[in-house]
């Protein structure tokens, strides 16, 4: 049977239009704005609006020409990059509702960068020059330069062949002058993330290649090699500047922001993860004391929870808050969500002693997951907050004369009354899957549902992608839309998610493909053995990931799930190792140590031990690094990445799904994108010939008891092999995230299931 069309979700259009707030900053002292993202599915494209909220109104306008915007320090002036039609860019200054300057930079550069990865975007403390991030505008006209290779960063930044320049617009008459984004101390270094110190002092984030020439993919990457540097402007001259890295080799650090106290930068803080290893772990913070030049550990990482819910560690988004600071009872605090077990959770974050207070505590209220978007540095702060079953609310937090955190909401979405009543009847429960402790599901399911007789509604299982990520209680509209549809939903944080310590997370390195799979496989029995589904009445869907724990799933436990959906699945992960954009993850997630080297060793035997020493020049200057910094001790050579061989490729065959291809009885959807880098095309459409290649009636094989049902499961034994259809979407990268891609991923998976979920 076919994949037949059904007709277009109402839940699932309606949710997905529901405005993401996704930016937020204060203008003119303390009035918030705040930038959402809607998807609009009439035009097939994602639109921005701006909101505007004072004491008297709110104000709306379309800002899908703004690709960035940043405040200055007085809050009286606002940079915006602007792109218009015919690729036309402008640099804005405004002052309120005055535009200040403008100038045409479409024959400057090309694109502005807005990455979390490359994004720049900072006023200099005089609020008279302004430094952001492009690229480069290449003028050579030899042919073999236009063609020539040139490293990227992987999935979504495919077109961003040129490396990144920082641009400095001045004021006066709002010249440009572009500065150098790259620079070869003993290896080249692609500058972002800068932030101006003093007028003549910024600090970057300096991305690094590999031994063998490459930039690894930085999407949803926190170990990359990289660090932060110190770039130093010649007075009276903006063509040119020096670099000096600050931070030490092995760490892997991003995210600079400057501290100011009395309009003098006093000190500086990133985040910082060991480069190499699991793709993600436990964050820690550092700081540099810009006046002694002392570095320091403010919030190490937290292996183990001291408690059973204790503070697990920093999980946090890629970048700090623009503006992370409040100040209150005499103290600077450093305000950020983090990721606690299945939620994210607000933190306060004493700048000097690093003690962690939970400004949003669970209790027993609603399921909360919140987002900082901007403080202003004083005593404010704009969130958003979300429950799987409530969309995101937009709230003012301010502290009052007391210290006492005090909220209030600014913005709901307004849903239609069939849906909101639909969202009231879902019953969002985080469920200990105690066998496979600290393994957590989110639940959500209907409560009239859960209450009715048999048979019970069917139950999608969702295991998320990563390995090292989280479902956390934050609203979803392509999840929560499937709850409407009638499904109930197991959403598993197995071994390896975040939020729970970093033991938790390198415990699954050298597992994968069995600790994941087996976890996820516990949470069904879980809630079969609680009553709220069923043995017979279960599908599973995942992406990335996730795709590969569904796609073992239904080979490993071939008579568990009636059908599968699957979206840019990891299926055999040798052939991956040579085709996607981070081919490091393979070697570590699985566990395989090479004789040579790895794709993050350093290229240096910097000792990371003694940095250069320090000097002040005078007590109104920054502690600059030495001229000799980051010159290494000779070596001899580092070693190159590892390569693919036989004995390596027969471990990662054996630890992928497509080792299980030939025990798969349940009907498989298949989902790609057609330019996705992290997880190849080439993935799923091998899993789907190989499926396919096996049409015939046959009984389920793997881990059947005597009589061809699942141990336990009472299930029945025999399926037809070889059900498998494809949708293949060009110009969708890994997160097939597209408005119209989406929507019919979504609606694909739906009308599977109708067909398949009840066997």
Not at 117 to 134: D, G, K, N, Q
Not at 525 to 531: D, F, I, K, M, S
Request: hydrophobic share 35%.
């Amino acid at each position: 049977m076919s994949l037949q069309y059904t007709g277009s979700s109402i839940f699932y259009t309606e949710l997905a239009q529901v405005p993401l707030p996704v930016s937020a900053n204060f203008i003119g002292g303390d009035v918030a704005r705040v930038t959402y993202s809607v998807r609009d599915h009439d035009r097939n494209i994602k639109r921005y609006i701006t909101k505007t909220f004072d004491n008297q109104c709110t104000t709306s306008h379309d800002s899908s020409e703004i690709k960035a915007s940043t405040t200055s320090p007085s809050k009286t002036r606002q940079a915006i990059l602007r792109e218009v039609a015919n690729n036309k860019r402008f640099v804005e200054i405004w002052a309120g509702s005055q535009l200040e300057a403008s100038l045409d930079v479409s024959n400057y550069h090309q694109a502005f960068l807005t990455d979390d990865f490359l994004y720049s975007l900072s006023f200099s403390p005089s609020e008279t020059s302004l430094i952001y991030t492009a690229e480069f505008e290449a003028t050579d006209d030899d042919p073999y330069n236009k063609f020539k290779y040139t490293p990227h960063f992987g999935d979504t930044s495919r077109a961003k062949k040129a490396s990144p320049d920082f641009t400095r617009a001045t004021k006066q008459n709002l010249t440009l002058v572009a500065l150098p984004g790259q620079c070869t101390v003993t290896k080249p270094i692609l500058f972002a993330q800068a932030t101006f110190a003093t007028e003549d002092t910024i600090f970057a984030s300096g991305h690094e290649y590999t031994s063998d020439g490459r930039l690894l993919g930085a999407k949803g990457c926190f170990n990359r090699p990289m660090g932060i540097w110190q770039l130093t402007l010649p007075k009276g001259s903006l063509s040119s500047s020096s670099a000096s890295r600050i931070t030490p080799p092995n760490r892997s650090c991003r995210s600079p922001r400057v501290l100011f106290h009395d309009n003098q930068p006093i000190k500086l803080f990133w985040f910082s993860n060991p480069i190499g290893g699991p793709h993600a772990s436990s964050v820690s913070i550092e700081s540099r004391d810009l006046i002694t030049g002392i570095n320091a550990v403010l919030v190490p990482t937290v292996f183990e929870p001291t408690t059973p819910n204790g503070f697990p560690g920093l999980y946090t988004e890629y970048n700090m808050p623009t503006s992370p600071f409040l100040r209150f009872a005499d103290r600077v605090y450093i305000v950020l969500q983090s990721i606690w077990r299945s939620r994210t959770t607000i933190l306060f974050i004493d700048s000097q002693s690093g003690a962690i207070t939970d400004a949003t505590e669970l209790g027993d209220g609603p399921l909360y997951s919140w987002t900082v978007h901007a403080t202003d540095n004083k005593n404010q702060l704009i969130c958003s907050r979300s429950t799987p079953t409530t969309p995101w609310e937009v709230l003012l937090g301010s502290l009052d004369q007391h210290d006492t955190l005090d909220w209030k909401v600014l913005d709901r979405p307004i849903l239609s009354s069939t849906t909101k009543e639909a969202l009231d009847d879902l019953m969002p429960s985080i469920i200990p899957i105690t066998a496979r402790a600290p393994t957590e599901s989110l639940l959500i399911q209907s409560k009239k549902a859960s209450t009715n007789g048999c048979p019970k509604p069917v139950c999608v299982t969702i295991p998320h992608g990563g390995p090292h990520t989280t479902s956390t209680t934050a609203f979803t509209p392509g999840v929560i839309a499937l709850a409407l549809e009638g499904y109930t939903l197991n959403l598993p944080n197995y071994t390896g998610s975040m939020g729970f310590g970093q033991t938790y997370i390198q415990k699954l390195l050298g597992h994968c493909g069995s600790m994941d799979v087996e976890d996820v496989a516990e949470s069904v029995r879980e809630l079969v053995r609680r009553g709220v589904t069923e043995n017979g009445r279960q599908v599973v869907t995942g992406g990335s990931h996730g795709g590969f724990i569904a796609a073992h799933l239904i080979g490993k436990h071939p008579t568990l799930f009636n059908a599968a959906s699957l979206r840019n699945p990891v299926i055999s992960v040798g052939e991956l190792a040579t085709g996607t954009d981070i081919p490091d993850w393979v070697y570590a997630e699985f566990g395989i140590l090479s004789d040579t080297g790895s794709y993050t060793s350093p290229t240096s035997n910097f000792n990371s031990n003694s940095l250069p020493s320090l000097t002040i020049s005078n007590s109104n200057s920054l502690a600059s690094p030495a001229s000799t910094a980051l010159t290494p001790t000779p070596h001899t050579h580092t070693p190159p990445p590892p390569l693919m061989t036989p004995n390596t490729y027969t471990a990662l065959f054996t630890a992928s799904p497509i080792a299980h291809v030939d025990h798969i009885t349940a009907p498989v959807l298949i989902i790609i994108g057609e330019d996705d880098l992290r997880v190849v095309p080439g993935q799923g459409i091998g899993f789907y010939h190989a499926i396919k290649g096996r049409v015939r009636a046959g009984t389920g094989t793997g881990d059947e008891n005597e009589n061809g049902t699942e141990s336990g499961t009472g299930t029945r034994k025999e399926k037809p092999k070889g059900v498998v259809e494809m949708l293949s979407f060009p110009g969708e990268s890994h997160a097939i995230d597209g408005v119209e891609a989406a929507r019919i991923s979504f609606e694909a998976t739906r009308d599977w299931f109708k067909v398949f979920a009840e066997g």
